[in-house]
C-alpha cells in the first residue's frame, strides 16, 4: 500500500491542517501521560522546517458533542508549547468567526491549537458541511491520527472531500508500514500471541490473520475462553461467554490448516483476586474448581519462549495475566522480555500490552509499537482504515 507522503511537497507559506491523536489522559487539568503529544512532534517540525505554518486538531475524551471545560485541549496546548520550547496559540472553538480571524493571523511557522473537535457532534456523525468548514480553514491537510483511522469522523475522512492537497504524518506512515509487513510475505514462522480481555473485539483479527500465521500462543481471558471452548474446567477464571463460539470456530480452523495453537501448560491460580492472595501453580493446563487464572505459570512461560525463539515475525495483543498486580505480572513480563532478545522482527498492538513493555523495560528492542490499539487491531483485519483509503496514492 503506497500513501501520499508529506516528504515530497511543497509547505511553504502554506496554512497546513494536521490532525492528530492528542486523546491524552489528564487528571485535574494534569496531563499524566504526552505520549501522544510527543509521537506527532516529528511531524510537526518537518512542516515547520518547510515554512508552513499549523492548524493543530484533535478530539479528547467523549464530550458528546457539546463543549465541556473537562475536556478541553488547553492544557494540551501548554504541555505542547513546553516540548516544542516556542509559542503555541490556542483557539477557543475549531469553527467559527473567532477561529477563521486567528487563522488569517497566523504567520509561518506559527502553531494554532484548535479546541476539541468533538465539542461538536458532527464531527463524529462525519458531517459534510462540519467537514468542509473545517478544511476552508487550511491550503493543506496531514493526517497524523492514526488511532482515529477507523472511524469515519468529519476531520479524518470527510474533510479530504474538501482538501486539495492531503497526505500522512510520519506516525501514520511507519504504523501502516508495520502493520503491513505483517500482512504481506511476513517472514516464516509468524507467530501470534494472544491474551488480554477483549476477546469478541479481537476475533476478527484472529480470523483474518488465520492465513498468514503458523503458531498461535494464549494468555489471560483469551486463553480461559479457549479452554472452556474445548470443555476444559477453567474454575472461577475470566472467560467471554459469548466468544466461545467463534473460539470454538476457531479452534476447528487452526486445525484444518494444521496450525501450533497452545493454550497455557499451567496457571498461576488464586482464590481470591486481591495484593495479598496467596497464588500456587496448577500441575496442568486446567483451572480447578474454585480457584482463578491469573497469570502463565512456568511451564507456560518455557514453552511459549521457546515458540518466540523460533519466530521470525511476531505480533503480540494482550497481557498473559493481571499484570497490574506485581504478583501476577511475571508470566506478561517474562513475554514483554522474550521478544525482545528474539531477533524476529516484532509489533505490539493494545494498551496494555503497550504499558506491559514499557513496565518491562524492553520497549526499545521491539521493532514496532501501535500508538491506536483499536485502529491496528481493525488494520490487521482488512488490511485498510477508511482514514487511511484516503491518504493513498492514486
Ligand atoms: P490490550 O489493551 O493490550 O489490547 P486488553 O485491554 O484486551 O489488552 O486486556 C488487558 C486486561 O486484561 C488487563 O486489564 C488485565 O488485567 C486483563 N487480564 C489479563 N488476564 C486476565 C485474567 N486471567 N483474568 C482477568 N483479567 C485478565
Ligand atoms: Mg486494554
Redesign the pocket.
Known amino acids: 500500500m503506497k500513501i501520499k507522503s508529506i516528504k515530497n511537497k511543497n509547505y511553504k507559506g502554506k496554512k497546513v491542517f494536521l490532525r492528530v491523536d492528542y486523546n491524552v489522559p489528564i487528571e485535574k487539568g494534569v496531563i499524566t501521560d504526552d505520549t501522544r503529544i510527543k509521537a506527532a512532534i516529528p511531524t510537526i517540525n518537518y512542516l515547520l522546517s518547510q515554512g508552513a505554518s499549523l492548524i493543530i486538531a484533535s478530539h479528547l475524551g467523549r464530550p458528546k458533542g457539546k463543549p465541556s471545560p473537562e475536556f478541553s485541549l488547553k492544557p494540551v496546548a501548554e504541555r505542547l508549547s513546553e516540548i516544542l520550547k516556542k509559542e503555541v496559540k490556542f483557539a477557543p472553538d475549531c469553527i467559527g468567526y473567532e477561529v477563521k480571524k486567528m487563522v488569517n493571523s497566523l504567520k509561518e511557522g506559527e502553531i494554532l491549537l484548535l479546541e476539541n473537535l468533538r465539542f461538536h457532534p458532527e464531527e463524529e456523525e462525519g458531517d459534510e458541511n462540519f467537514a468542509k468548514e473545517l478544511a476552508s480553514l487550511c491550503d493543506s491537510y496531514v493526517n497524523d491520527a492514526f488511532g482515529t483511522c477507523h472511524r469515519e469522523h468529519a476531520s479524518v475522512y470527510q474533510i479530504t472531500k474538501f482538501t486539495k492537497d492531503v497526505a500522512a504524518g510520519f506516525l501514520i506512515e511507519k504504523e501502516v508500514e508495520a502493520l503491513s509487513k505483517l500482512l504481506v510475505n511476513p517472514e516464516k514462522p509468524f507467530l501470534l500471541i494472544l491474551?488480554?480481555?477483549?476477546v469478541i473485539?479481537?476475533i476478527n483479527m484472529v480470523k483474518n490473520l488465520l492465513d498468514k500465521v503458523d503458531t498461535i500462543i494464549t494468555?489471560?481471558?483469551?486463553?480461559?475462553t479457549f479452554i472452556k471452548a474445548k470443555n476444559w474446567e477453567v474454575g472461577n477464571?475470566?472467560v467471554e461467554e459469548e466468544a466461545i463460539p467463534v473460539a470454538k470456530e476457531i479452534i476447528k480452523e487452526v486445525n484444518k490448516r494444521h496450525l501450533e495453537f497452545h493454550t497455557p501448560l499451567d496457571h498461576v491460580i488464586v482464590q481470591k483476586?486481591s495484593e495479598d492472595a496467596v497464588p500456587i501453580i496448577t500441575e496442568r493446563g486446567t483451572v480447578p474448581p474454585g480457584w482463578?487464572?491469573?497469570?502463565i505459570g512456568p511451564q507456560a512461560i518455557e514453552e511459549y519462549t521457546d515458540c518466540i525463539n523460533r519466530a521470525k515475525t511476531i505480533f503480540w495483543?494482550?497481557?498473559?495475566?493481571?499484570?497490574?498486580i506485581k504478583k501476577f505480572a511475571k508470566g506478561t513480563i517474562e513475554i514483554a522480555k522474550a521478544i525482545a532478545n528474539s531477533k524476529a522482527f516484532s509489533v505490539i498492538?493494545?494498551?496494555?500490552?503497550?504499558?506491559?513493555v514499557n513496565e518491562a523495560g524492553v520497549a526499545d528492542k521491539i521493532s514496532h509499537i501501535c500508538t491506536g490499539?483499536g485502529a491496528s487491531?481493525e488494520f490487521l483485519e482488512r488490511g485498510t482504515l477508511p482514514g487511511i483509503e484516503v491518504l493513498k496514492e492514486e
Do not use: Q
Not at 494468555?219 to 480461559?224: E, T
Not at 482463578?292 to 497469570?295: A, E, F, L, P, R
Not at 495483543?317 to 497490574?324: A, D, L, R, T
Not at 498492538?349 to 506491559?356: F, I
Open positions: 491474551g488480554g480481555a477483549k473485539d479481537k494468555g489471560g481471558v483469551m486463553a480461559y477464571s475470566k483476586i482463578i487464572g491469573v497469570d495483543n494482550g497481557p498473559m495475566g493481571i499484570y497490574e498492538g493494545g494498551g496494555d500490552s503497550a504499558a506491559a490499539g487491531l
